[in-house]
């Protein structure tokens, strides 16, 4: 098995946030299907039972790339992609700025420097609800991202690799396009693609959170009222 991962622009620590409310960016993560192998084939079986490779992506407003990991087998959890991802150790590092943070969805773990939803249990106040409704308007661009990449470079809905050594570089090669053509020719909207979202369920070992961070997520939500 063979990963990629690598901030594409300079060091998310040192990115200015995307609004007023401290977002340096969207973090998500989406399957590249492949033909899978027949070693250990089943590790590679996502929830729609096909084999896949991971990738996780964080983006900016701008649908531009600021990190990619890539590698994993499709069975394997969005949040357990995350801990295992050197994205996670430039977050923690105490030179990030605590007032910025990444927003995802509740597919990982609620922390100071990842903003995830409040989880609707049918019981969710005016505040929370304002901030889930903001959380997913913003948090959208990586989506877009996402839809745009695959736009852009269909082969990625079906990489026809056998080389699992390969298939990272390939799709870090097309992340490193991707921003090179947004850069030098802008976002062609028509090249969008929806990318059905697959985020699952909050992974058992990472349902808790630091009280820090539950009490920023509030703070935030009152901000937005």
């Given at each position: 098995m063979s990963f990629v991962g690598l901030v594409l622009s300079s060091s998310c620590s040192r990115m200015p946030p995307s609004s007023s409310n401290g977002v340096a960016g969207a973090i998500d993560g989406t399957h590249i299907c492949i033909p899978g192998p027949s070693s250990h084939r089943e590790s590679y079986i996502n929830r729609k039972g096909l084999p896949s490779i991971q990738l996780q992506v964080v983006c900016t407003a701008d649908l531009l790339f600021l990190d990619v990991y890539t590698g994993w087998p499709g069975a394997v959890h969005d949040a357990r992609v995350f801990r295992n991802s050197p994205l996670k150790d430039v977050l923690e590092d105490a030179t990030f700025p605590s007032e910025y943070h990444l927003l995802g969805d509740s597919a990982?773990?609620?922390?100071?420097?990842l903003l995830v939803p409040f989880r609707d249990n049918g019981q969710l106040s005016v505040v929370e609800k304002t901030f889930n409704k903001a959380h997913a308007s913003t948090r959208v661009e990586v989506e877009r991202a996402i839809g745009l990449l695959k736009g852009k470079f269909r082969r990625l809905k079906y990489l026809e690799m056998t080389d699992l050594g390969s298939i990272p570089v390939v799709i870090f090669a097309t992340c490193s396009l991707h921003n090179f053509l947004i850069l030098h020719g802008g976002v062609d909207e028509e090249d969008i693609e929806h990318d059905e979202a697959d985020s699952g369920s909050p992974d058992a070992d990472s349902r808790d959170c630091s009280r820090t961070?539950?009490?920023?997520?509030?703070?935030i939500a009152h901000m937005l009222m």
């Open positions: 990982y773990p609620l922390s100071s420097y961070a539950s009490e920023k997520r509030l703070a």
